[in-house]
T-cell receptor, first 113, second 115 residues
Framework: AQRVTQPEKLLSVFKGAPVELKCNYS??????LFWYVQYSRQRLQLLLR??SRESIKGFTADLNKGETSFHLKKPFAQEEDSAMYYC???????????????FGTGTRLTIIP | EAGVTQFPSHSVIEKGQTVTLRCDPI?????LYWYRRVMGKEIKFLLH????????ESGMPNNRFLAERTGGTYSTLKVQPAELEDSGVYFC?????????????FGPGTRLTVL
């Protein structure tokens, strides 16, 4: 069974401070991990995925297989980062790349001006 | 290019009634997924179409839910009869068929309220 855990439902951070949103996963193989974000009045959209190793909007996330974690980090928070963040996992079955997503419960990030 | 569209944006019905949700994926996307977020809980997978075929329907809660994808284009999700616990936001997502590392594009969701 695959499972994603986001321990923080709410997180408030001052503007300019570092941000870390935690994500842990459970999966028997080597999954693909994603961070999706939903800004106010917008649809859910991909922020980044571990396979790309990109930095998007200053955010990075490193897959730690030993700790089964995929924490999202940003060194200096900006007001426009306020949003709902979801960590998600996709399995590597026979339909790799086309599998369903398993989501965590999400973390609402609020940046305090 | 238009993104994934869903209709209606909101639906309020009474318990026992029928509701049909529609999703139009991005043109050319073979994969179409339905997800649901019930209040206070995580977004959960319902089912996955590849073109017109159901690839995975392991997340469908019960036989009151029926999904179709006519001709491999748009999809409908019918709830009949609706129950109170069906209330939530129903998301549709689409993606092209790929060999790996795929992004799913989400629609705005349909908020269903069952009274």
């Amino acid at each position: 069974a695959q499972r994603v855990t986001q321990p923080e439902k709410l997180l408030s951070v001052f503007k300019g401070a570092p941000v870390e949103l935690k994500c842990n996963y459970s999966y028997s193989g080597s999954p693909e991990l994603f961070w999706y974000v939903q800004y106010s009045r917008q649809r859910l959209q991909l922020l980044l995925r571990h396979i790309s190793r990109e930095s998007i909007k200053g955010f990075t996330a490193d897959l730690n297989k030993g700790e089964t974690s995929f924490h999202l980090k940003k060194p200096f928070a900006q007001e426009e980062d306020s949003a709902m963040y979801y960590c998600a996992l996709s399995g590597r079955g026979s339909n790799f790349g086309n599998e369903k997503l398993t989501f965590g419960t999400g973390t609402r990030l609020t940046i305090i001006p | 290019e238009a993104g994934v569209t869903q209709f209606p944006s909101h639906s309020v019905i009474e318990k026992g009634q029928t509701v049909t949700l529609r999703c139009d994926p991005i043109s050319g996307h073979d994969n179409l997924y339905w997800y649901r977020r019930v209040m206070g809980k995580e977004i959960k997978f319902l089912l996955h179409f590849v073109k017109e075929s159901k690839q995975d329907e392991s997340g469908m809660p019960n036989n009151r839910f029926l999904a179709e994808r006519t001709g491999g284009t748009y999809s409908t999700l019918k709830v009949q009869p609706a129950e109170l616990e069906d209330s939530g936001v129903y998301f549709c997502a689409s993606s092209p068929w790929t060999s790996g590392g795929n992004e799913q594009f989400f629609g705005p969701g349909t908020r269903l309220t069952v009274l």
